[in-house]
């Protein structure tokens, strides 16, 4: 399908595609095996000023839309999640700072994300708020010129590799979800240091930590926007970064789809390739068409999220939920059809199969993005009534 994009769109794909192919193919699956931060592969991301996408000019950055980063991340899926992860993540910790971010500190922390000197990571998970986002128990006092933060958020990628952390705290217990609020912390400020390192089913060369906050001293000109928007701030940003997660889908369906076919032509069963077979070739002809369907949707809502659209909440969820759904059906078919082959570590299909559950669930599950989907529609309709 041609989506007919611009010169410069095509070339941070082909960008991507390059590096994907050259670098992250050749040492997927070992670092997959040792659970290694894909460090040497940063850098080239960095040098190929991939991390500058997102970035406005005016921070050094190269000023693109989610389109361009969503074509990047497909390309760097189709090789590997888990360094598709620790890429999407920093901008995933970047948005509240865009978003909701003063002159000063966008002046002060951007241009060494889009450089790739500092990978950044995004704070709102802990023990008791997940799906409940609210739910945050992390404090921020005020003291004087000072926040003073304590709490322990979980399960964030990046976690301990990244300098820069955007982290969603409690200002006013009394107001619930108006009580929260966005503060950037810096690695290596005292009373701010990690726990365990999780040991994960997949996407396991992305790193994934506690961050431990103990009477951790803050400047308060840390605090992103006003006190009590934490809250929207998290929810802005997960609306920005969910068709990200689509298009991770996208392309590791696709790095899927293009080993179960590849094998399919060369496995012969029968006296004949199994690609011969209707049963295999149905298989694929779904698959081929479910990975269609996700990419044009998700590459639509993009350029919606780009045409500058105030409320996209519904449609970011949408592309989320259809196109990760589209990647564990995908990858798990994609297995089948390779048979013996598909189960086993030498082929990439396992490790995809096991990468692409956690788009199932993270950025929100698919059940939340379900619950985000039916409250808009309701809400559309009370209005139209
Ligand atoms: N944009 C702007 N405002 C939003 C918003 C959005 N996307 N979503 C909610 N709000 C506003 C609501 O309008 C409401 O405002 P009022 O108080 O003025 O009415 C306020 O925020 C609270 O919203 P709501 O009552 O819907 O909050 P809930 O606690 O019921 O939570 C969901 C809503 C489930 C959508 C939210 O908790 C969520 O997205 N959870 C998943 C979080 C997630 O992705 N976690 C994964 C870890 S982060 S990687």
Redesign the pocket.
């Known amino acids: 399908m041609d989506y007919f994009f611009t010169e410069e769109q095509l070339m941070i794909r082909d960008l991507a595609r390059q590096i994907a192919d050259e670098k992250i193919i050749p040492v997927r699956s070992e670092l997959d095996e040792k659970e290694e931060f894909p460090w040497e592969i940063v850098k080239v991301l960095a040098q190929s000023d991939l991390f500058r996408i997102f970035i406005p000019e005016e921070y050094e950055g190269l000023g693109k839309g989610s389109l361009e980063l969503v074509l990047a991340v497909e390309e760097l899926s189709k090789a590997c999640l888990g360094v598709s992860t620790t890429y999407a993540a920093v901008a995933l910790g970047t948005y509240p700072l865009l978003l909701y971010g003063s002159d000063a500190q966008k002046k002060k922390y951007l241009p060494d994300i889009a450089s790739g000197k500092k990978l950044a990571g ?1 704070a ?2 802990e023990a008791n708020a ?5 739910g945050v128990q992390t404090t921020a006092r005020l003291d004087g010129n000072e926040y003073i933060l304590n709490g322990t958020k979980q399960w964030i990628t990046n976690g301990g590799e990244a300098e820069i952390y955007t982290i969603i705290a409690i200002t006013d217990k009394s107001k619930g ?2 009580g929260a609020s966005a503060f950037v912390v810096e690695k290596g400020t005292p009373g701010f240091g990690f726990g365990k390192k999780e040991n994960k089913m997949g996407i396991r060369s992305s790193v994934t930590r506690e961050l431990v906050f103990q009477d951790c001293r803050i400047p308060k000109e840390n605090l992103i926007g006003k006190e009590g928007m934490g ?2 701030a998290a ?2 940003t ?2 920005k970064s969910r068709t990200g997660v689509g298009a991770q889908g996208v392309g590791v369906a696709q790095g899927a789809f293009d080993a179960a076919v590849n094998f399919a032509r060369e496995r012969v069963q029968f006296g004949q390739p199994i690609a011969s077979f209707q049963a295999i070739q149905h298989m694929l002809a779904d698959m081929a068409t479910q990975v269609e369907a996700a990419r044009a949707l998700v590459y639509s809502v993009a350029r919606y999220i780009d045409s500058g659209a105030k409320d996209i ?1 519904r449609e970011s969820a949408m592309s989320k939920v259809f196109a990760t759904d589209v990647a564990m059906k995908v990858t798990v078919d994609a297995v089948q059809v390779m048979g013996g082959a598909g189960y086993m570590k030498e082929y990439p299909v396992e490790k995809m199969m096991r990468d692409a559950k956690i788009l199932q669930i ?3 599950t698919n059940q ?1 993005q379900r ?2 989907i039916g ?1 808009a529609l309701i809400k559309e309709a009370a209005k139209k009534k």
């Open positions: 995004f709102l998970t997940g799906s409940d986002a609210a979800a108006r809250f929207i929810m802005k997960l609306d909440s993270y950025e929100g939340i619950n985000v409250q």
